[in-house]
């Protein structure tokens, strides 16, 4: 079946430092790939999404790029803020399937501080 | 535009204790989902719905039962309450390829 794996958390940075956390996956077929964002005491938020291989997502000044030939969808941001904390989801949706069904990984805690 | 809305925020229940999670979504989308989050985990799909009057089992629907009578509301009911739910649940509309989750319920069972 699917699956989706994340680096394990948490992440703690100061400000103004690089983020990376990596995701990878196995999928049957061509999955679509997405990062989401919870905030505290909030649901999910969608941050970025790839349908397809060498796509890249973007919003926010995050990046994912989607690498079929490495099964990865790691999500990158260049300068961090505090108000980026936050738990971020990896995840993918089955093409295959008519019901869109989203498998998750287990989030990664991220801890910016000033 | 509201989104998705979830009732109740938290809910403490005793075991064998039966409630009904409330969703309702404005956006007339068709496809409907309940997930479960438990902690360090993702999140798990509990049941789903791909229309009014449609709805099937997703990876865990063990002790929870949902209906679909209109677009709008997709409520989830657990009957006889157990601590193995003890959970944060969210409801989540779907559009394209993008979910819309609501804000979540935290519901412990003691």
């Known amino acids: 079946g699917n699956s989706v794996t994340q680096m394990e958390g948490p992440v703690t940075l100061s400000e103004e430092a690089f983020l990376t956390i990596n995701c990878t996956y196995t999928?049957?077929?061509?999955?679509?790939l997405f990062w989401y964002v919870q905030y505290p005491g909030e649901g999910l938020q969608l941050l970025l999404k790839?349908?397809?291989?060498?796509d890249k997502g973007s919003n926010k000044g995050f990046e994912a790029t989607y690498r079929k030939e490495t099964t990865s969808f790691h999500l990158e941001k260049g300068s961090v803020q505090v108000s980026d904390s936050a738990v971020y989801f990896c995840?993918?949706?089955?093409?295959?399937?008519?019901?869109?069904?989203?498998?998750f990984g287990q989030g990664t805690i991220l801890t910016v501080h000033p | 535009n509201a989104g998705v809305t979830q009732t109740p925020k938290f809910r403490i229940l005793k075991i064998g204790q039966s409630m009904t999670l409330q969703c309702t979504q404005d956006?007339?989308?068709?496809?409907m989902y309940w997930y479960r989050q438990d902690p360090g985990m993702g999140l798990k799909l509990i049941y789903y719905?791909?229309?009014?009057?449609?709805?099937d089992k997703g990876e865990v629907p063990n002790g929870y039962n949902v209906s679909r009578s209109t677009t709008e509301d997709f409520p989830l009911r657990l009957e006889l309450a157990a601590p193995s739910q003890t959970s944060v649940y969210f409801c989540?509309?779907?559009?394209?390829?993008?979910?819309?989750f609501g804000p979540g319920t935290r519901l412990t069972v003691t």
């Open positions: 989540a509309s779907r559009a394209g390829h993008e979910q819309y």
């Open positions: 999928a049957t077929g061509y999955p679509s």
């Open positions: 790839a349908t397809k291989a060498d």
């Open positions: 995840a993918l949706s089955d093409t295959g399937t008519s019901y869109g069904k989203l498998t």
């Open positions: 956006m007339n989308h068709n496809y």
């Open positions: 719905s791909v229309g009014a009057g449609i709805t």
